[in-house]
């Protein structure tokens, strides 16, 4: 069946089997490999995107489901050329090591900020309760996140 | 990989639109929403529908509203949006307490209430909520709708009254006060035991409790995962009825729970500890909810 999705901002129309998920159509119909595949089995959420600007585990998302919604990968946090200031804050304080949950971490912190622009450690932790890291122990990441947090603002300064 | 088998895949425009595909496609067809559950299953390949009648894009199923007299849950209603819906925690903050162990935030973003309820796992714990608060169902057919006590949703083990025609779209739960104390005080909370965050329960128990005075007037007790008839500990209930609504009663209310219920040993832990939990769990919910009808807490921990 054709679908189209608005991926980043970019209308993508494709013919896709209904039984197709969400993150292979990212990654490989699309090519978008940020977004990473994981578990399989909505545990991890290493696979985390926003479908019309929720976040959810693609990978118990049909493609057919995202017919006519948008779509936003980490591919689609740089805005103009500059990080977001997720991506500055995982950089900074050092949110990763292998980066595998990274995307998953980053999509779901963005959303978070979007929505509680000022999160406890706690709130950030209960935020990212359905997601794994196997390398951090987590607290790099709710560093990051509380970074970001405090640097949205002066994000787009020189 | 886990890959579906092949499957067909429609996109209903209306309840009524929907209820003409699912006669359409007769009962190998399943309803989509959130796919929470059922896309895993698909892809274990322990479902193999034949067609999936996407019902994602029916906003008049999702909806939580207060109105003459009752509560009404959509059953399109994604976990997230009942549990962000404050008159719905302050009336039941059973809901609210069983939302926050219910997967985990992103998994609750897209799972529905009704895609929960229909999926009728025995540990699921939404079951055991409504069960405790004696909702009833809303189901829709070709022949128009049907209600249903929540206690009688489900036939067994995946297997609820919703015929393959059909489609389950509103929960409902009154607001009744009962007795003269026309406050209508009344309090609830949901307890569960779970090995890792967001998991199905090893036990889990919901407790609904509306006082006159110092007296139970009405119980509502709910089980999930241990074996309970209808997800209800109905004789923990029957003997609450007319009790003071004392620790004593919560003690031994938990321990008809735990004596009526069939807990069975699987992966997630062995029989005698979930009857230990049956009562353990009932006690504490039942407290909590009593403290709650009495303005004594509002959170919990």
Known sequence: MQITVYVNGATCTATVEPRLLLIHFLRDDLRLTGSHWGCDTSNCGACVVWLDDTPVKSCTVLAVMADGRRVLTVEGLEQRGRLDPVQEGFARCHGLQCGFCTPGMMMTARWLLDHHPDPSPQEIREAISGQICRCTGYENIVRSIVWAGQHEAGAHDA | ?301
């Open chain 2, 1 to 301: 990989m886990q890959v579906p088998a092949q499957v067909e895949y429609e996109r209903a425009a209306s309840v009524e639109h929907a209820l003409d595909l699912l006669a359409r496609y007769g009962p190998e067809a399943r309803v989509l929403a959130g796919g929470h559950s059922l896309i895993p299953m698909m892809k274990l390949r322990l479902a193999q529908p034949e067609t999936l009648i996407d019902i994602n894009g029916l906003s008049e199923l999702s909806y939580v509203r207060l109105a003459a007299g009752e509560l009404l849950i959509g059953a399109l209603t994604r976990h997230a949006e009942l549990l962000a819906c404050a008159p719905a925690g302050e009336h039941f903050a059973i809901l609210h307490d069983a939302e926050r162990v219910i997967a985990d935030p992103i998994v609750r973003n897209w799972g529905t209430i009704g895609g929960s309820l229909c999926q009728a796992d025995p540990s699921e714990d939404l079951s055991a909520a409504f069960a405790a608060l004696k909702a009833t169902m809303v189901i829709r057919g070709p022949g128009g709708s049907r209600t249903i006590p929540a206690r009688d949703f489900h036939t067994g083990p995946y297997e609820t009254v919703v015929a393959p025609g059909e489609i389950l779209t509103e929960v409902r739960i009154s607001l009744r006060t009962v007795g003269q104390d026309q406050a209508g005080r009344k309090g609830s909370a949901y307890e569960k035991v779970g090995r890792r965050v967001g998991d199905w329960p090893v036990g889990a128990a919901g407790a609904a409790l509306w006082l006159a005075g110092g007296t139970v007037a009405e119980a509502g007790i709910g089980l999930s995962a241990l074996g309970a008839r209808n997800f209800a500990a109905a004789e923990a209930e029957e003997f609450l009825l007319g009790a003071p609504a004392t620790e004593e009663s919560f003690r031994r209310a938990g321990e008809i729970a735990a004596e009526h219920c069939r807990p069975v040993a699987d992966q997630r832990g062995p029989a005698d500890y979930k009857r230990h939990l049956a009562c353990e769990l009932t006690t504490r919910a039942l407290r909590t909810a009593a403290r709650r009808a009495a303005g004594l807490a509002r959170e919990i921990l």
